[in-house]
């Protein structure tokens, strides 16, 4: 029994690690499927945390603190829409210039405004999100591994977490079972057959650049308001590089990429659980070799197990219509 109740801990806090990085997957997977690379996932999400926590520790509502960080991530969104579709620059820089703004911008602005080294102060009470009891949630925890897997694994979770997951069935559908989703495809495909049926290239590409903001934003805000009491230097920690590594694995399929952000999320917590802890065999192993671990092992999944994943044919070519 006690090492079904690890194995319990364990699945939970890999469910908390790979919200964050579920919610930035679909949000770079609307951006790619319609053939603009976002590398600056990472930015727009460290963007959207200290926004998120700024205004939450300024207003005291946490969704205030995420109405901001969606503002953020969009306005950084629409920064990579102008330079990749407008002036039709190239995409790859634009993520990383905004990944350099994003990581500095927030630190200066920190220190200016609140003096704490660049973070946020704590946030607390209705400045931040709780989790939720489903029902029955305490009646049932008794009961021999059923109790604990509905108590402990599916209660007890941020309302974000609960719209990640729900995320992934919906973002199917919009993809495979709507006019919009047909078309973002399509301009991902062939935007020169998108153009001729009639429909504008650029303005498809930025609705699905817009969409893919907005999740960045739910994302950082889910980070400095959720999973962290506040904003904290740097606290992506290479998240939007995994999640961009997770979509990439799972070859731009939505289901795919739950599951994917899923293995990524359980070798973060594995690491975390095994921080100073002897390994059978090996033994005592350095801490930071178990931090360093889930990258590793990023790596090495995307280098050997994912066969040819092949992006979207017009991915990272600006669109230039013909006259």
């Known amino acids: 029994m006690q090492y079904f109740d690890t194995l319990i801990v364990l699945l939970q806090s890999t469910v908390r690690v790979s919200v964050p990085l579920i919610l930035a997957a679909l949000a770079g997977l609307y951006s790619e499927r319609s053939g603009i690379f976002d590398i600056g996932l990472e930015g727009k999400m460290l963007g959207a ?22 503002l953020v991530a969009v306005a950084l969104a629409l920064v990579h829409a102008f330079a990749s579709i407008t002036q039709r620059g190239n995409q790859i820089v634009s993520g990383v210039a905004i990944n350099f703004i994003a990581a500095g911008a927030t630190v200066i602005l920190g220190q200016a405004w609140f003096r704490q080294g660049g973070r946020t102060p704590p946030l607390g009470g209705e400045a931040r999100f709780r989790t939720i009891e489903l029902p029955f949630a305490d009646a049932l925890r008794d009961i021999p591994i059923l109790g604990p897997i509905y108590a402990n694994l599916l209660s007890g979770h941020y309302v974000l977490t609960y719209f990640a997951f729900a995320l992934v069935p919906f973002t199917w559908w919009v993809l495979f079972r709507t006019r919009f989703g047909l078309r973002l495809r399509a301009v991902g495909e062939n935007p020169g057959a998108v153009d001729t049926a009639g429909i504008s290239v650029a303005w498809l590409r930025y609705r699905a650049v817009i969409c893919c903001g907005i999740l960045t934003g739910v994302a950082g805000a889910y ?80 280098a050997g197990f994912i066969g040819k994943a092949i992006p979207p044919k017009a991915g990272g070519v600006p669109y230039t219509k013909e006259r």
Not at 49 to 70: D, N, Q, R
């Open 49 to 70: 945390a200290f926004g998120g926590g700024a205004i939450a520790a300024l207003t005291g509502s946490a969704w205030l603190g995420m109405g901001a960080a969606v």
């Open 223 to 302: 980070l400095s308001l959720a999973m962290t009491a506040g904003f904290v230097k740097g606290m992506t920690a290479g998240k939007g590089f995994i999640a961009l590594a997770a979509l990439i694995f799972a070859k731009w399929k939505p289901v795919n990429v739950m599951f994917a952000c899923l293995l990524f999320g359980f070798l973060d917590a594995a690491a975390i659980r095994m921080q100073g802890n002897p390994l059978p065999i090996i033994g005592q192993v350095p801490s930071q070799f178990m931090q360093a671990l889930p990258y590793v092992l990023t790596v090495v999944l995307l």
